[in-house]
C-alpha cells in the first residue's frame, strides 16, 4: 500500500501541468493485456471437445483453457495439495511477480516461503478462474467458431462454473482430495461451493471474509461498476476487442467505486483525512486537489492496465448469482449436511462487503452440520481488504489452523511451516 | 438425591496434572475417550486441549473474540458465539458430551441454557463456583459486603457473573427440570474432592466449587 501511494504522488506530479486531468490512460498498452489472454505466463491445462465444461447456464464450453500457477511439490501420497482461490480481480499469480504489472504476487503475505502456506511443505496450485483475462478462458479470448473474441457471445458463468472447472484440473493434475482449498472474497465464495458440491475432496477449508450468497447491496454495487463500464463509449456493447480499444475510463471508475467498498471510513481518514496532494490550497478545479481523490485514481488507472473489462462483467455477475442456500432448498445447513471437511472461517471487524454476520450465519449452518469449524473475527481498521494486507493475528491462525488439520491428515514436516 | 462419587483422579502421567486447573482434570476423567465434546465457554482452550491429549474430539464456543483467536491459533475447533442465544443453532444430539465449564453463573437465562446442554448432548458435565462455600457466607455474614475470593476477584459491579447459586440451589434446579445427576463432585480451596461419604450439607459448605455430569431424566 506505501508504494502504491508513493507511484500516484509521482503520478499526480507528472501529471500536474494538465490542470483538469480525468483518469490517466493506461501505461500498459492492451497488448501486453490481451497477450496474457491467449497466451499466458503460465502454465495451461487444454480441455478439448471430449471434455467441455458443463456450465449452470445449460452451455457447455469447448475448448477451453486454464492457466495456473503451481508451487512446491505433490508428495507421494498426492495428499499435500493446497488450492487457492483467487477473488474478483486476482489472478493465477499468487506468489510470484506478475507478468503484466511487474508487482510481487497478491498474497506473498500468505503464499510463499516461510509463510503459512509454504511451498516447502504443500503442492500449491492457485488457477485463473473460467471468466477470467489471464490465460483461462472467458470473454477475451478467442471463440473458436468465430476466430474472433468472444465479449458478449461468452456465456454467463457462475462461481459453481469456476469450481467445476477447477476440479477438472485437479483430476487433471492427478489429484482426487485436496488437503486445503483457501481464499478470501470471491475466492472465498469457491472455497464454500468446493465444499458443498465436492466435501469428498476437501480436507481442509479455509474461508476468508465472504458469505454464502451475495447481498442486496453487493449486487447493488456491481451493478454500479458494470454501468460504469458499459456509459463509456468505447465499450461498444463489448466488442470494443474487434475496434483494437479499451474502455479504460468506465473500468477505472468502476474499480475507484469498488475499491472504496474494499476499505472503510477510518481507513481512509488515517490514511488521507483531507489532506491536500502535493499543494497547500484547493485549486478551484475538478483536479484532484484531495489525497484521496488522487489515490482512487491511481488505483483506478493501474487497475485496468491489466484487466479486462468484459471480464468484469462477468466476474461481478457470477459473485451476484452466488447463493449456496438457494440451490439447497433454501436452507444453508442442508448444503452441508454430514460434511467432514474441517473448516476455519474468519471474518474482519471493518469489513462492510461481506461483514461478520455472514461469516456467522455460515458458522451457524455449520454447526447445525456438526461440522468442525473454527471461526475468528480479527479487529481491524482496514476493511475488507485486510484480508490481503500482513495481518499477523490472521497469519497466527491461518498457519495454526492448517498445522492442526495438517497432523489430522499425516502430513509431516509442516509443523515448523 | 442422586448417587455421589469421587471420581478417581488416576490416569494422568505423572506430572501432567500440574499444568491442569483441578476442575479441568476432573470433567476430563468424566469423558470417554473417543467421544465428541462441545465446551461451552471454552476460554482459551486449556480444557480442549487436555482433551485433546487423549483423544477426544472437542469444539468450543467462546464469547471473548480474544479468547476464540487463541483458541483458533493453537489449532483448536472453536467459534465466537454466546451460551445465550448460539446454543440454538445445534441439532439435538450432536455431541456425546456438552461441558459448560466455570461459565453458567455468567448466563441470563441458566435454566435454559442447561436445557439446550442436555438437548445438543446426551451428557452434559457443569461446574460452577458454589456461592455456598463457608467463605462466602462468612464475607456476607460478617463482612457485610458481597463475596470476592480468589477465583472470583470482581467486585459487584464488574462482575460478569450474574447468577450465582450454591450446590443446593443447582441440585434443587436438576430437580425441578427433571435432570439425572449421574456423578457430582466437590472440591474444596485447593482442589481437593471433599470426602463423599459426608451429607450435603458439608459439600455445600465446604465445596468451593462442585462439578456435575448430568444426563435426561429419570432423575426423580
Redesign the interface.
Known amino acids: 500500500m506505501q508504494v502504491a501511494i508513493k507511484r500516484l504522488i509521482a503520478n499526480e506530479v507528472d501529471g500536474q501541468m494538465g490542470g483538469v486531468k480525468s483518469i490517466p490512460s493506461p501505461a500498459i498498452s492492451a497488448d501486453e493485456r490481451s497477450h496474457e489472454v491467449d497466451h499466458p505466463s503460465s502454465q495451461v491445462a487444454h480441455f478439448g471437445t471430449e471434455q467441455p465444461l458443463r456450465l449452470d447456464c445449460g452451455v457447455d464450453l469447448s475448448p477451453f483453457q486454464i492457466a495456473y500457477q503451481t508451487y512446491g511439490e505433490l508428495n507421494a501420497d498426492r495428499s499435500n495439495a493446497v488450492l487457492i482461490c483467487h477473488a474478483l480481480t486476482g489472478d493465477q499469480h499468487v506468489a510470484n511477480v506478475h507478468p503484466v504489472t511487474g508487482k510481487p504476487g497478491w498474497w506473498e503475505t500468505l503464499v510463499g516461503p516461510g509463510r503459512p502456506i509454504d511451498p516447502k511443505h504443500y503442492f500449491i496450485i492457485c488457477s485463473n478462474v473460467i471468466g477470467g483475462c489471464m490465460g483461462s478462458t472467458g470473454p477475451a479470448s478467442i471463440n473458436p467458431a468465430t476466430g474472433k473474441v468472444w465479449g458478449l457471445e461468452f456465456p454467463v458463468i457462475t462461481i459453481p462454473d469456476m469450481v467445476r472447472a477447477q476440479t477438472m484440473l485437479i483430476d487433471r493434475l492427478g489429484i482426487d482430495t485436496l488437503f486445503a482449498v483457501v481464499g478470501g472474497s470471491m475466492g472465498g465464495m469457491q472455497v464454500l461451493q468446493w465444499t458443498a458440491a465436492y466435501p469428498g475432496r476437501v480436507f481442509s477449508a479455509l474461508a476468508i471474509a465472504c458469505a454464502t450468497r451475495h447481498s442486496a447491496q453487493n449486487i447493488a454495487f456491481h451493478e454500479l461498476g458494470r454501468q460504469a463500464v458499459m456509459a463509456d463509449p468505447d465499450w461498444h456493447g463489448g466488442s470494443y476487442a474487434d475496434r483494437g480499444i479499451h474502455p479504460h475510463r468506465g473500468l477505472a471508475v468502476a474499480r475507484m467505486a469498488a475499491h472504496i467498498t474494499y476499505l472503510s471510513d477510518a481507513a481512509l481518514h488515517r490514511k488521507f483525512g483531507r489532506r491536500m496532494q502535493d499543494r497547500e490550497l484547493p485549486t478551484f478545479s475538478f483536479d484532484a486537489d484531495f489525497q484521496v481523490e488522487s489515490y482512487l485514481r491511481y488505483q483506478g488507472s493501474s487497475f485496468v492496465e491489466r484487466f479486462d473489462a468484459n471480464s468484469y462483467l462477468y466476474l461481478t455477475r457470477a459473485m451476484d448469482y452466488f447463493d449456496i442456500a438457494a440451490d439447497h432448498g433454501g436452507v444453508l445447513a442442508k448444503a452441508f449436511a454430514g460434511i467432514a471437511t474441517r473448516f476455519c472461517v474468519v471474518s474482519f471487524t471493518s469489513d462492510w462487503l461481506f461483514p461478520t454476520s455472514e461469516s456467522r450465519a455460515l458458522v451457524h449452518a455449520l454447526n447445525a452440520s456438526s461440522a468442525r469449524v473454527s471461526f475468528a473475527e480479527i479487529e481491524t481498521d482496514r476493511g475488507h481488504d485486510a484480508f490481503l494486507l500482513d495481518v499477523p493475528e490472521f497469519f497466527d491462525i491461518s498457519r495454526a489452523f492448517l498445522q492442526s488439520a495438517g497432523k489430522a491428515r499425516g502430513l509431516t514436516g509442516n509443523k515448523d511451516g | 438425591m442422586s448417587v455421589q462419587e469421587v471420581l478417581p483422579l488416576g490416569g494422568l502421567a505423572a506430572g501432567q496434572s500440574g499444568q491442569f486447573r483441578a476442575d479441568h482434570l476432573l470433567v476430563a476423567e468424566m469423558v470417554k475417550p473417543g467421544s465428541k465434546v462441545l465446551d461451552v465457554g471454552c476460554g482459551e482452550g486449556d480444557l480442549l486441549q487436555l482433551l485433546e491429549t487423549r483423544g477426544i474430539?472437542g469444539?468450543g464456543i467462546e464469547l471473548s473474540?480474544e479468547g476464540?483467536?487463541r483458541?483458533?491459533?493453537?489449532?483448536?475447533?472453536?467459534?465466537?458465539?454466546d451460551a445465550d442465544t448460539?446454543l440454538v443453532?445445534?441439532?439435538d444430539d450432536?455431541f456425546d458430551y456438552v461441558i459448560l465449564s466455570q461459565t453458567l453463573q455468567a448466563t441470563r437465562q441458566p435454566r435454559v441454557v442447561l436445557e439446550n446442554l442436555l438437548r445438543i448432548g446426551r451428557r452434559a458435565i457443569v461446574s460452577f463456583p458454589n456461592f455456598g462455600f463457608w467463605k462466602m457466607r462468612l464475607q456476607l455474614l460478617i463482612g457485610g459486603h458481597m463475596p470476592r475470593t480468589e477465583n472470583l476477584p470482581a467486585t459487584w459491579y464488574d462482575t460478569a457473573n450474574i447468577h450465582f447459586c450454591t450446590i443446593k440451589d443447582f441440585v434443587q434446579l436438576c430437580d425441578e427440570i427433571n435432570v439425572k445427576m449421574e456423578r457430582s463432585v466437590a472440591l474444596d480451596l485447593y482442589g481437593r474432592p471433599v470426602p463423599l461419604n459426608l451429607p450435603w450439607w458439608v459439600w455445600n459448605m465446604f465445596g468451593e466449587q462442585a462439578v456435575f455430569l448430568l444426563s435426561r431424566g429419570g432423575g426423580k
Open positions: 474430539d469444539r473474540r476464540v483467536n483458541c483458533v491459533a493453537k489449532g483448536l475447533a472453536v467459534v465466537q458465539g448460539d443453532n445445534y441439532p450432536a
